[in-house]
Every structure is written in structure tokens, then in C-alpha cells.
């Protein structure tokens, strides 16, 4: 069985393929009541679209989304929300040299390994495209935790970091990387375009911070906020690695060193640091939830690469097409949506637990 649902209690469904009509997603179990329409949802749609600048793919797609049911009069009624968005700038003839042939990096061989069939037409249901449903349903996932404010940004591409010292927030928005300094986005700008001109790509590092998190959300064991953080990021297109607070640094630390030291405080116990992240036990500590996501470099590059083909004869691959030349880029609102969705998930299983 294929699984395209993620959650418990606020669950979505999506589906679709990157070159077929249209693609969609089904939200189930958000609460009645609350206020939603398309343009809760198309700025952040507006985020990831595709064509937006130089450093990301040339595919252009309004990603327009219509809401089919689950509202009714502003207001969300308790039943599913189905979400459309129709594909529009679909070139096909673009992967028609690689429909018997494995592109190194991505999963072409492994479904076709699963399945005994695959869509070759930009890599169908394993496509990034999917994931501008998952940011659609991220909208929707925030109007349910909206105390909490979510935030993403690029902190590190093709292996040249950040300097914490230099981070603005607003300039996060001021730039095509999301990044928070100034200095780090003009020298991407070189870094990602000379990918780009030598037909490479690059890999990227996103980190993702919310803020407003009450504590007590999540579960001892087998739903925990951390597991279920690092389960959802993992499932975003080429994701290789998540950090959950400090993540591997932690094993570089002492145990006092790694201790949250805890002082009492007006609104209960203060935290002299975050080393976990906002999370221990796997349950919110009420300190901000922290993650960081790595991205690896887009497979699809027209430098050439050996390869089988579907016979097993040796061969290389060059793959045309419009591609992110940093996927990591538009990552970001991606990542912004799955944080939303796992605490939107957590708020309500709290809620039906505690009350």
C-alpha cells in the first residue's frame, strides 16, 4: 500500500501528479468554525510557486487554489476540505529521453523496482509539485494554531553558512533565499547562479523555528512532537537529514553542558538555554520548537551522469527540463507547512487527551 495521508486527528491527503491535469489535497478533521477562504492560503502559495526569479525553476504555474467543499459561508464546517490546483505549464516531451532510463538521485529505479512501472514525466507522484499541496494544506493548519508564530529561513547553501551575528528577520522576505543576512544572500547569489550557468545544482539547509508553543503537546512514546517533526520533514522531497533543537552537536556536548538549566520565573520555570529544541520526553516544553532540515542537491542536472537503463545496459544520463538548481530554496515554505500541520495535529490530540 502507498500512503499519501499524514496525521491523527488533523489529517490531509494529497494527490496528483507533477504532469497530470491538476493536483489536490483532502484536510480532514479541522474544527468547524473557523474563518477560511483562498486568500488565506494563496500567500503562501505565492511563496513557493515555481518562476519567481533566476535562482529557481523556470516552470511557470500561477498554483491558484480553489477551495471545493469543507467551507461554507467564510467558515469551516467540520467536514473535509478539498483543495484543487490545476497544472498549467506541463512539458512532458521534456523527459521523453529518460523514459527507459534512471536518473542517478532520484527514485525513477526505486519505484519502477516497487512497482514495475514509473511516470516519467518529471518524476510524476515523486515530484516536488506535490508539495504545493502540503503547503496549501499548511495554511489551513495554522488558522488552527494560531498562537503560534512559525518561521523559516535558509541558513546555510552549497556549504557556505550564516553568520548568527548578522541575522535580520526582515530581511528573510527581502531576498529570493530566505535568507537572514544580507552578506550570506549576496555571496548565494553567485554561488547559485555558477551552479546554474555549469548545469549543477546545489544542497541547502533550512531551519525552522515556532515560537508561542504552549507546553504539553505531544506524547511520551509512540506520538511524540519530536517524532513526529522529524517523520513529516523527512517526507519532504529531497530531505536527507532533520535536527531536532541542538541535534547532532548535542553528542559533541556534556551532560552539563546540554542541560536546560531551569529557574523559577513568574509563569512557570525560565530556561537558561534550548538545547532540545522546545521539546523533551517528546512533549512541548513551552520554549520555541526548533528544527533544521537538509536538503540534498537537485538530482535533475545537466551535467552527465552513468546510469543504467530499464534492460540493465550501461548508459548516461543529462536531464533537461526546468529545475531548482537549489531545491532547498523553495524548501523553506515547504518546511514552514509541515511545522504547522505536526503542531496543528498535537494541538487537537492534546485537546482530546487533556481536555
Known amino acids: 500500500m502507498s500512503w499519501n495521508t499524514f496525521g491523527r486527528t488533523l489529517r490531509f491527503t494529497?494527490?496528483?501528479?507533477?504532469?497530470?491535469?491538476?493536483?489536490?489535497?483532502v484536510v480532514d478533521g479541522c474544527p468547524p468554525g473557523i474563518a477560511l477562504d483562498e486568500s488565506d492560503i494563496q500567500p503562501f502559495?505565492?511563496?513557493r510557486k515555481p518562476g519567481q526569479n533566476k535562482f529557481t525553476?523556470?516552470?511557470?504555474?500561477?498554483?491558484?487554489?480553489?477551495?471545493?467543499?469543507?467551507?461554507?459561508?467564510g467558515k469551516t464546517t467540520g467536514t473535509p476540505i478539498s483543495l484543487l490546483i490545476e497544472n498549467t505549464d506541463q512539458r512532458s516531451k521534456d523527459y521523453s529521453e529518460i523514459a527507459k532510463t534512471y536518473r542517478p538521485g532520484h527514485a525513477d529505479y526505486a519505484y519502477d523496482a516497487k512497482y514495475g512501472f514509473r511516470d516519467y514525466r518529471g518524476g510524476g507522484r515523486s515530484s516536488a509539485r506535490?508539495?504545493?499541496?502540503?503547503?496549501?494544506?499548511?495554511a489551513i493548519a495554522r488558522k488552527v494554531v494560531g498562537e503560534v508564530e512559525i518561521l523559516a529561513f535558509v541558513s546555510e547553501i552549497g556549504g557556505d553558512r550564516i553568520d548568527p551575528a548578522n541575522f535580520e528577520a526582515a530581511e528573510?522576505?527581502?531576498?529570493?533565499?530566505?535568507?537572514?543576512?544580507?552578506?550570506?544572500?549576496r555571496r548565494w547569489e553567485q554561488l547559485v547562479d555558477n551552479a546554474r550557468k555549469s548545469g549543477s545544482s546545489l544542497g541547502a539547509v533550512v531551519d525552522c523555528v515556532a515560537r508561542g508553543v504552549p507546553a504539553g503537546w505531544g506524547a511520551p512514546v509512540y506520538a511524540k512532537l519530536d517524532a513526529d517533526l522529524a517523520s513529516g520533514m523527512m517526507s519532504i522531497n529531497a530531505v536527507k537529514g532533520v535536527e531536532i533543537g541542538d541535534g547532532f552537536d548535542a553528542a559533541r556536548l556534556t551532560g552539563e553542558q546540554n542541560a536546560d538549566a531551569m529557574s523559577p520565573g513568574k509563569d512557570g520555570p525560565e530556561f537558561a538555554a534550548n538545547h532540545?529544541?522546545?521539546?523533551?520526553g517528546g512533549i512541548s516544553t513551552g520554549q520555541p520548537v526548533t528544527c533544521r532540515v537538509a536538503f540534498k542537491p537537485t538530482s535533475s542536472i545537466l551535467t552527465p551522469v552513468a546510469s543504467v537503463d530499464r534492460e540493465g545496459n550501461a548508459t548516461e544520463v543529462r536531464t533537461k527540463g526546468r529545475h531548482d538548481p537549489c531545491v532547498g530554496i523553495r524548501g523553506t515554505p515547504v518546511v514552514e507547512a509541515m511545522m504547522a500541520l505536526v503542531l496543528a495535529d498535537h494541538k487537537l490530540l492534546h485537546r482530546a487527551q487533556c481536555g
Request: hydrophobic share 45%; proline share 7%.
Open 276 to 280: 532540545a529544541g522546545g521539546i523533551a
Open 14 to 25: 494529497t494527490w496528483g501528479e507533477s504532469h497530470g491535469p491538476a493536483i489536490g489535497a
Open 130 to 138: 506535490e508539495t504545493a499541496m502540503r503547503v496549501a494544506a499548511g
Open 172 to 185: 528573510i522576505a527581502r531576498n529570493p533565499f530566505w535568507c537572514p543576512d544580507v552578506e550570506a544572500a
Open 45 to 47: 502559495l505565492d511563496a
Open 57 to 73: 525553476t523556470q516552470r511557470k504555474e500561477p498554483d491558484e487554489v480553489r477551495i471545493l467543499s469543507g467551507v461554507f459561508e
